[in-house]
């Protein structure tokens, strides 16, 4: 399947037509996560803690303000491989506190509360700030969010594509392009918009789905999406229930559980991470054909999968091109 871009030229183009933008005015304070933080001025430099503020600052023109990067799941964007090829990386996973700090930021833009927060692996949010360094998370990580249950949270709301177009807008306005955020927001939403009506049209009534991230060991339990993440989301929007009943991020739920609900169709997450076997989406399908159990689902049998990019199940600007391959998906299967 292919997840359609998106298009920075088409980005531009939208920029220069909107009119002008009231500048931001500083000093500017936003709540953010639970924490006020206030900016004098546009930072002049940024580190992201995380894939997803690394393709929104891309998205908004922003590359040239960002001096490091860090926790990778996969290629960056390819319209923007040229310009993160100049980028330091601090690290594919998780960076180290001093290696943030080194590079003197005047911003760090974080993903996950779980790198920078009140529990931190890379650093808590006062320690950054003892140093005089602002930090910003992405509210997809924390409205509606409980970051103190489970290890990667649990949902106490679904997630909202509001909250990555807030998470848009506030990083435009901290950096003084408020234009530029307006102008990505239109255009994902109009994607969006699009990637629904199609399949409403197909007139599902029935169909389920289960989306299958990774898994520490190719015979143990999967980490598959529950209740509240983004493709809990997508599976409402497009009239999908998802099988996996759990508030959890990505609970682990056994093969045998899933077998039982038979989902219509699975969803299984392609990535560049090594960090379990199971990583490799070519291994996912060797085992879903192959486990005594798991080929016998119909739609293993039917040949009811979707490959999606492993950061379009995350909270991210890439949730608009798994939204669209889904719903092409559908349309291409008999599910009436």
Same mark, same amino acid.
């Given at each position: 399947?292919?997840?359609?871009p998106?298009?920075a030229?088409?980005?531009?183009?939208?920029?220069?037509a909107?009119?002008?933008?009231?500048?931001?005015?500083?000093?500017?304070?936003?709540?953010?996560?639970?924490?006020?933080v206030?900016?004098?001025?546009?930072?002049?430099?940024?580190?992201?803690?995380?894939?997803?503020?690394?393709e929104?600052?891309?998205?908004?023109?922003l590359?040239?303000?960002?001096?490091?990067?860090?926790?990778?799941?996969?290629?960056?964007?390819?319209?923007?491989?040229?310009?993160?090829?100049g980028?330091?990386?601090l690290?594919?996973?998780?960076?180290?506190f001093?290696?943030?700090?080194?590079?003197?930021p005047?911003l760090?833009?974080?993903?996950?509360?779980?790198h920078?927060?009140?529990?931190?692996?890379?650093?808590t949010?006062e320690?950054?700030?003892?140093?005089?360094?602002?930090?910003?998370?992405l509210?997809?990580?924390?409205?509606?969010?409980?970051?103190? *249950?489970?290890? %990667?949270? !649990?949902?106490?709301?679904?997630?909202? +594509? /509001?909250?990555?177009y807030?998470?848009?807008? #506030?990083?435009?306005?901290?950096?003084?392009?408020?234009?530029?955020?307006?102008?990505?927001?239109?255009?994902?939403?109009?994607?969006?918009?699009?990637?629904?009506?199609?399949?409403?049209?197909l007139?599902?009534?029935?169909?389920?789905?289960?989306?299958?991230?990774?898994?520490a060991?190719?015979?143990?339990?999967?980490?598959?999406?529950?209740?509240?993440?983004?493709?809990a989301?997508m599976?409402?929007?497009?009239?999908?229930r998802?099988?996996?009943?759990?508030?959890?991020?990505?609970?682990?739920v056994?093969w045998?559980?899933? *077998?039982?609900? %038979?989902? !219509?169709?699975?969803v299984?997450?392609? +990535? /560049?991470?090594?960090r379990?076997e199971?990583? #490799?989406?070519?291994r996912k399908?060797?085992?879903?054909?192959?486990?005594?159990?798991?080929?016998?689902?119909?739609?293993?049998?039917?040949?009811?999968?979707?490959?999606?990019?492993?950061?379009?199940?995350?909270?991210s600007?890439?949730?608009?091109g798994?939204?669209?391959?889904?719903?092409?998906?559908?349309?291409?299967?008999d599910?009436q």
């Amino acid at each position: 399947m292919f997840i359609r871009p998106l298009t920075a030229a088409a980005l531009g183009a939208a920029w220069l037509a909107l009119p002008a933008q009231a500048e931001t005015q500083y000093p500017l304070t936003l709540a953010n996560c639970g924490v006020e933080v206030t900016f004098d001025a546009a930072p002049e430099s940024v580190v992201t803690v995380g894939q997803a503020a690394t393709e929104i600052l891309y998205s908004l023109g922003l590359g040239d303000k960002v001096v490091g990067t860090s926790v990778w799941f996969t290629e960056v964007l390819p319209e923007f491989a040229e310009l993160n090829a100049g980028v330091a990386r601090l690290a594919d996973n998780d960076p180290s506190f001093e290696s943030v700090v080194a590079k003197r930021p005047g911003l760090v833009a974080v993903q996950y509360e779980w790198h920078v927060g009140a529990q931190g692996i890379v650093a808590t949010r006062e320690q950054f700030a003892d140093l005089g360094i602002p930090t910003y998370t992405l509210p997809a990580d924390c409205v509606g969010k409980d970051n103190t *249950a489970g290890s %990667d949270g !649990t949902r106490l709301e679904l997630y909202s +594509m /509001d909250s990555l177009y807030q998470g848009i807008s #506030d990083l435009a306005q901290i950096f003084d392009v408020a234009g530029r955020g307006e102008a990505l927001v239109a255009d994902l939403k109009a994607r969006e918009a699009a990637a629904i009506e199609k399949a409403q049209g197909l007139g599902l009534k029935e169909a389920s789905a289960v989306f299958w991230f990774s898994s520490a060991e190719m015979d143990i339990d999967p980490y598959v999406a529950g209740q509240g993440g983004a493709p809990a989301y997508m599976m409402q929007a497009l009239g999908l229930r998802n099988v996996v009943d759990s508030n959890e991020e990505w609970p682990t739920v056994s093969w045998e559980t899933i *077998a039982r609900a %038979d989902p !219509t169709v699975i969803v299984v997450a392609r +990535m /560049d991470r090594r960090r379990f076997e199971a990583d #490799d989406v070519e291994r996912k399908l060797e085992f879903l054909r192959s486990d005594p159990v798991a080929s016998q689902m119909e739609a293993v049998k039917n040949d009811r999968i979707v490959i999606l990019d492993a950061h379009g199940m995350d909270p991210s600007i890439r949730n608009i091109g798994a939204l669209e391959t889904l719903s092409d998906a559908l349309a291409e299967f008999d599910l009436q």
